[in-house]
């Protein structure tokens, strides 16, 4: 296994992803059915994840924002990472486009329209966003999406299930349920909950099949016992599939979720958010190593959302 043991200043090159030609939707269709003869898989480790004393770890999530598994474990691409596939991504009814995830360009991304099912003229009666790129808890929904949502766009977990807002919507679960619901509900009897089909970037309305099981992401997490001055662990995440696919994109588009939770008041929480790209052209196997502590300067890091 090849590994990478890059600094952190060059954790990984960011390729902006490119606008290619129009494609058609047999063509679109036809890189789905391929997708798993260009797929890798490769590990990630986060070393020296060290809480600050008055905080614990809950949980984390990584998700790669250009796929998602649909029926049978297909792979279904992602161009723009809006949350739609490719295929389901060029409705003319509600004016989206497979290649940008705000085709009208109005603040009110794709998915929300898409799954809102607004057409063009409804669109154009939505409250005007005056600040379009503005999410105040950082959960991947702007504030004025949150208002379609009514979810609260100071609180990046609305129904405080352990799921951010934005994953929720993406995996088509309810971000204002009660306590943590739909979270711990298994919506395709599999075994495993939503919340875990999640941090596994696996359907939660698609049972684990092997062909799916071979998809799921793995995550490891070992405590650093020769620190006695904070609580520190590594993660290791494992299986994490890397689309490389002709003509599609030149980076997989990735977003880390780190919550964590006051030890004295449990019920207060922060997210960390780190957005970033691995290059489609990295080896099958590879491994990438980064220092946490290290990550919350580059520009990799988003902020810190609260609740």
Aim: glycine content about 4%.
């Amino acid at each position: 296994m090849k590994t990478l043991r890059i600094l952190i200043n060059i954790l990984i090159v960011v390729i902006t992803i490119p606008l290619i030609n129009s494609c058609s939707e047999k063509k679109l269709e036809e890189l789905s059915k391929e997708k798993r003869n260009f797929r890798k898989a490769i590990t990630l480790v986060i070393q020296n994840y060290c809480l600050e004393a008055s905080k614990q770890r809950e949980n984390i999530f990584l998700i790669n924002m250009n796929y998602e598994i649909g029926e049978g474990g297909a792979i279904l691409t992602d161009f723009d990472t809006d949350g739609i596939p490719d295929k389901n991504d060029t409705t003319a009814a509600v004016y989206i486009d497979y290649d940008t995830s705000d085709t009208n360009g109005d603040g009110y991304s794709d998915l929300i329209i898409f799954l809102s099912g607004l057409t063009r003229e409804q669109q154009d009666h939505l409250f005007p966003c005056e600040d379009k790129l503005q999410d105040t808890d950082l959960d991947g929904l702007t504030d004025c999406e949150e208002r379609i949502t009514r979810t609260d766009a100071l609180d990046f977990d609305s129904d405080d299930d352990g799921v951010p807002d934005y994953l929720e919507v993406r995996n088509r679960m309810e971000p204002r349920t009660s306590g943590d619901h739909d979270a711990k509900l298994d919506l395709d009897m599999d075994g495993i909950t939503n919340i875990e089909e999640i941090k596994l970037n696996t359907p939660t309305m698609e049972s684990n099949t092997i062909s799916i099981k071979e998809l799921e992401v793995n995550y490891k997490t070992s405590r650093l016992l020769a620190r006695t001055d904070l609580e520190c662990y590594d993660y290791t995440i494992s299986n994490i599939s890397i689309l490389s696919i002709p003509g599609f994109v030149d980076a997989n588009q990735f977003r880390l979720y780190l919550i964590e939770k006051q030890s004295n008041n449990t019920s207060i929480r922060d997210l960390n958010v780190f957005s970033f790209a691995v290059s489609s052209e990295i080896q099958d196997e590879s491994t990438i190593i980064v220092d946490y502590s290290l990550l919350g300067s580059t520009t990799y890091f988003e902020g810190t959302g609260k609740e």
